[in-house]
T-cell receptor, first 113, second 113 residues
Framework: GNSVTQMEGPVTLSEEAFLTINCTYT??????LFWYVQYPGEGLQLLLK?????DKGSNKGFEATYRKETTSFHLEKGSVQVSDSAVYFC????????????FGQGTELSVKP | EAGVTQFPSHSVIEKGQTVTLRCDPI?????LYWYRRVMGKEIKFLLH????????ESGMPNNRFLAERTGGTYSTLKVQPAELEDSGVYFC???????????FGSGTRLTVV
């Protein structure tokens, strides 16, 4: 079945550093892939998505490219800010199960000034 | 449009008590999902409603958990009796497509002491 493996945290970076959070997946078919973010005290927000191979999802300076050959969907940002401190989750739908999502374990990011 | 609303935002109860969580989806969204995150682990699916019907309840941990969605509008998730391991954050989401990438509420943080 579908599964997702996400880089463990916590990750601590200085402001303006480059960020990569790794996410790899196994999947039946070619599902959409998602990154969600949970800021402190808030709910889960959809950060970006990609619906097919080689698609690049982007939002708020974050990017992730759907790589079929490496089964990866790594999250990147060129210059992080303190306000990016949050928990990031990689996710994909379970094959043929109506929108049910599988999430990675979450990566906590802390950005220091 | 109003987002997915969950309440209470926090609940602290004693072991053995009953708690009811509520989720108000975005108006017109037939699909409603419940998830939870326990002890900083990955977010796990609990169940999926399509309108008032339970489409998939494979993630419900045991029969102490009861979810309802009367009239296909808001949903409740009751835990009775609560156990210590039920502590965590319970998220609700809704959408129209049933394909993932949906909007979540802010979650209810449940603490069982």
């Amino acid at each position: 079945g579908n599964s997702v493996t996400q880089m463990e945290g916590p990750v601590t970076l200085s402001e303006e550093a480059f960020l990569t959070i790794n996410c790899t997946y196994t999947a039946t078919g070619y599902p959409s892939l998602f990154w969600y973010v949970q800021y402190p005290g808030e709910g889960l927000q959809l950060l970006l998505k990609a619906t097919k191979a080689d698609d690049k999802g982007s939002n708020k300076g974050f990017e992730a490219t759907y790589r079929k050959e490496t089964t990866s969907f790594h999250l990147e940002k060129g210059s992080v800010q303190v306000s990016d401190s949050a928990v990031y989750f990689c996710a994909l739908p379970v094959y043929n199960q109506g929108g049910k999502l599988i999430f990675g374990q979450g990566t906590e990011l802390s950005v220091k000034p | 449009e109003a987002g997915v609303t969950q309440f209470p935002s926090h609940s602290v109860i004693e072991k053995g008590q009953t708690v009811t969580l509520r989720c108000d989806p975005i108006s017109g969204h037939d699909n409603l999902y419940w998830y939870r995150r326990v002890m900083g682990k990955e977010i796990k699916f609990l169940l999926h409603f399509v309108k008032e019907s339970k489409q998939d309840e494979s993630g419900m941990p045991n029969n102490r958990f009861l979810a309802e969605r009367t009239g296909g509008t808001y949903s409740t998730l009751k835990v009775q009796p609560a156990e210590l391991e039920d502590s965590g954050v319970y998220f609700c989401a809704s959408d129209t497509t049933g394909r993932g990438g949906y909007t979540f509420g802010s979650g209810t943080r449940l603490t069982v002491v």
